[in-house]
């Protein structure tokens, strides 16, 4: 059975530091990995997502990486700024079409 | 463009009332999912639609759940006889194709008294 976690639940850096957040997933068989960000009371916002075949994606400040076989991914987000605050989730898709998701990092970047 | 919405944005019944949620996804999308996050259970996934084929109900908790999609289109997630631990956000998601980015949409927050 699939679990993904994320590690640490939460985090807090002051502006302008790099954001390195962690996501594990036990089982290697999936067919892409996907971040997004959640702010409260919202629904999610898709960041980057990374097909199993691809070693990372960029977008912006952001940069997600994926090493299949050892099953992580890690989410850089490059000079923090107050508005990254939010909880970061990721995401594996291990069979057609069904996302399973880690519990989360909660962001506080602080001015 | 317009993205994934849903109705209402809040919905406050009694136990064992029947709700239905609704879900429009992005237009041209093939896929639809619905999913359940709440504080003990994170976010889970519920249902999934792909076109024309019979839908993934791998995640439906009990058979009071259940959920369609018409025309293709718009989904209504049905839940009957309510129970307070069906207290949750409900969100919906479509994607182009099953191996696309999913896009959410706000959510629908049920609370069930």
Known sequence: KQEVTQIPAALSVPEGENLVLNCSFTDSAIYNLQWFRQDPGKGLTSLLLIQSSQREQTSGRLNASLDKSSGRSTLYIAASQPGDSATYLCAVRTSWGKLQFGAGTQVVVTP | ?113
Do not use: M
């Open chain 2, 1 to 113: 463009g317009a993205g994934v919405s849903q109705s209402p944005s809040n919905k406050v019944t009694e136990k064992g009332k029947d709700v239905e949620l609704r879900c429009d996804p992005i237009s041209g999308h093939t896929a639809l999912y619905w999913y359940r996050q709440s504080l003990g259970q994170g976010l889970e996934f519920l249902i999934y639609f792909q076109g024309n084929s019979a839908p993934d109900k791998s995640g439906l908790p009990s058979d009071r759940f259940s959920a369609e999609r018409t025309g293709g289109s718009v989904s209504t997630l049905t839940i009957q006889r309510t129970q307070q631990e069906d207290s949750a956000v409900y969100l919906c998601a479509s994607s182009l194709e099953p191996e696309d980015t999913q896009y959410f949409g706000p959510g629908t927050r049920l609370t069930v008294l």
